[in-house]
C-alpha cells in the first residue's frame, strides 16, 4: 500500500538566508521540495499553511454578482495577456519589410485598444447568457480569437513568405517553437468552442477529460511554446534588429501598460456597476430563467 510522509520542516538557520522571515524561527520547508512535497505541506502544519488556507476565507463573501464580477476580472487578466504578447512580436517578431511601416508603429497601439474591445465584449456576453446562450459564447469566442489573430499578424506573414520554400526566408524563419504555439492555440479554441470530447458521450467525462480540463493544458502549453518562440527570435534577430533601428524605450511599454490596465478597470468597473442595477430577481442573478420562460420554451 503506498504510504505518503510529510515532508521535514526545517529551522530558520537551516535554509539559505534569502527564505528567512522577521522573527519566525521554525517550520519553513525545504527550498528544493518536489511538487508533491508542496501539495502535501498545504496539509502540515508549517509557517505558511494558515497563509494559504486564509486565501478561502473570501469565499464566505460570495454571491451571483461576485460570481460575475470574478469573470470580469479574468476576462480583465486575459485581454491584457494578449497585450502582453504584442511587446515581445513588436519588439523581435516583426518581418524586415514592416519595420519601417506605420503598421509596426502602430502595432501595440491598436493591440492595447484590442484588449479594450476584449474586456467589453467578453464581459457583455455574460447578460444575455440565459436568454442567447448561442450568442453569449459567439461574443466571448470573438473576444478572444480577434487579438489572438492581431497579435500573430507578424507570424502569419512570415509564414507566408517562407511558405513552399520558393523564398529565401533568411530573418523571416520561423522556429518550431513558433508552429507549436500556433498549432496549440487553434487547439485551444476548438476545444472551447466544440465542447469535445464530453458532447460525444455525455457523463463519460464529466470529471477528467472534459473539453475544459483539455483547453487549459493546451493554452499552457501554448503559453510555453510561445515564450520559447519568442527567446528564439530574440536570439537570432536581436544583432540584425539593432543595425535596422535603436530598440524601444521601457518608458513607453510600460506608459501603455499602464494606460491599458487602467482602461481595463474602468471598463469592469463599469459592467460591475450595471450588475448592480440590475434587481435581485433577475434571472442573470438566480442562476435560470423565470419558470413562466421554461414553460414557455417546453411548450
Not at 489573430?149 to 502569419?156: A, E, G, H, V
Not at 477528467?208 to 487549459?216: A, K, M, P, R, V
Not at 510555453?224 to 515564450?227: A, E, I, N, R, V
Not at 459592467?271 to 442562476?287: D, H, I, K, Y
Given at each position: 500500500m503506498l504510504s505518503l510522509k510529510l515532508p521535514q520542516l526545517l529551522r530558520v538557520h537551516q535554509v539559505p538566508r534569502v527564505f528567512w522571515e522577521d522573527s519566525i524561527v521554525s517550520g519553513y520547508r525545504r527550498p528544493t521540495s518536489s511538487a508533491l512535497d508542496c501539495v502535501l505541506s498545504t496539509f502540515q502544519m508549517t509557517n505558511e499553511t494558515v497563509n494559504i488556507w486564509t486565501h478561502f476565507l473570501p469565499t464566505c463573501a460570495m454571491s451571483p454578482r461576485a460570481r460575475h464580477i470574478c469573470y470580469f476580472l479574468d476576462y480583465g487578466a486575459l485581454s491584457l495577456y494578449s497585450l502582453g504578447c504584442a511587446f515581445p512580436y513588436a519588439a523581435y517578431s516583426m518581418p524586415a519589410s514592416w519595420l519601417h511601416s506605420r503598421l509596426r508603429q502602430l502595432f501595440v497601439p491598436t493591440a492595447a485598444l484590442n484588449s479594450f474591445l476584449c474586456t467589453g465584449l467578453s464581459c457583455y456576453s455574460r447578460f444575455p447568457e440565459l436568454e442567447s446562450p448561442g450568442l453569449s459564447k459567439a461574443l466571448r469566442t470573438a473576444a478572444f480569437a480577434y487579438p489572438?489573430?492581431?497579435?500573430?499578424?507578424?507570424?502569419?506573414?512570415?509564414l507566408g513568405l517562407c511558405w513552399g520554400g520558393g523564398h529565401s526566408c533568411g530573418q523571416e524563419a520561423l522556429s518550431p517553437s513558433h508552429g507549436y504555439h500556433l498549432l496549440c492555440a487553434l487547439l485551444t479554441g476548438f476545444l472551447f468552442a466544440s465542447h469535445l470530447p464530453e458532447r460525444l458521450a455525455p457523463g463519460r467525462f464529466d470529471y477528467?477529460?472534459?473539453?475544459?480540463?483539455?483547453?487549459?493544458i493546451c493554452a499552457v502549453l501554448g503559453t510555453?511554446?510561445?515564450?520559447e518562440a519568442v527567446l528564439a527570435d530574440m536570439g537570432a534577430r536581436r544583432a540584425w534588429l539593432a543595425a535596422q533601428e535603436p530598440p524601444g524605450g521601457l518608458v513607453g511599454t510600460v506608459a501603455t501598460l499602464g494606460l491599458a490596465v487602467a482602461g481595463n478597470l474602468l471598463i469592469i468597473a463599469?459592467?460591475?456597476?450595471?450588475?448592480?442595477?440590475?434587481?435581485?430577481?433577475?434571472?442573470?442573478?438566480?442562476?435560470?430563467?423565470?419558470?413562466g420562460g421554461v414553460l414557455a420554451k417546453q411548450q
Open positions: 489572438f489573430l492581431f497579435d500573430n499578424l507578424p507570424l502569419f506573414y512570415r477528467i477529460g472534459h473539453s475544459h480540463q483539455l483547453f487549459h510555453h511554446f510561445q515564450l463599469a459592467f460591475t456597476a450595471s450588475l448592480f442595477r440590475v434587481p435581485g430577481t433577475c434571472p442573470l442573478l438566480q442562476g435560470g430563467p423565470p419558470e
